[in-house]
């Protein structure tokens, strides 16, 4: 009996010792803290096309024709460092979507293009134009005026954008919508795999006003 207990005794204490060796495992979770946008002053990143400020701080754009009016916006995500985000799930490079406030109706029945086509005509030695049909609505369609979606570039972080306001639209106040979900991850210290726990929206807006 005196040799069984000892021997019990000695299997518990080489348990409990062989636990004293095992390594704690250290994860690390991504929950994009400080991830923040950043747009390029007036807007555009090229100087030539910068959105000019009224006396109140408003951004204005002036619609010179009665179609689209088009405009590149550009801005920047970024981290909580200043620096490009570079999420475990994607990489440097992410994916931003954008909305706003302003629509137009297209209707069925109206011109949406008039084409011309420019060939080579070797026998006159010359450049013609011929004139194609009209492309010609089939249905009527409410038309955005921003793209729906775009990528940062991987060593800025820049996104760039289009809007196209139409000429009946001045006096209106367009408001862009810039969001960006960020992939919240967990991953284990000296392993390649991660797991995905969710996501984290980072929204920001700007008002145009459209003159």
């Known amino acids: 009996m005196l040799k069984q207990l000892i021997f019990c005794a000695v299997i518990l204490f080489t348990l409990s010792g ?32 910068a959105l000019s ?42 994916t931003i979507e ?50 729906k979606s775009g990528m940062t570039n991987e060593q800025t972080g820049r996104f760039n954008v289009v809007i196209a306001p139409v000429g009946s639209m001045k006096g209106e106040t367009m408001t862009i919508y810039v969001k960006y979900a960020h992939p919240i991850t967990k991953q284990k210290v000296g392993s390649s795999f991660i797991t995905l726990l969710g996501t984290k929206e980072i929204i920001d807006s700007v008002k145009i006003k459209l003159l």
């Open 18 to 49: 062989c636990n004293l060796f095992v390594e704690e495992e250290v994860f690390v979770t991504d929950e994009g803290k400080g991830i923040h946008f950043v747009f390029d002053p007036g807007l555009n990143d090229d100087p030539t096309f």
């Open 53 to 94: 400020k009224d006396a109140n701080g408003q951004y204005y754009y002036r619609l010179t024709k009665e179609g689209q009016n088009i405009q590149r916006i550009s801005g920047r995500l970024l981290d909580a460092n200043n620096k490009v985000v570079n999420s475990k799930a994607n990489g440097p490079i992410q």
């Open 98 to 147: 954008f909305k706003n406030n302003l629509f137009w109706w297209i209707l069925k029945g109206q011109t949406v293009a008039n084409i011309t086509r420019t060939y080579f005509n070797p026998f006159l030695g010359a450049i013609q134009y011929v004139n194609l049909p009209p492309l010609v609505n089939w249905q009527d369609e409410l038309v955005p005026t921003i793209n």
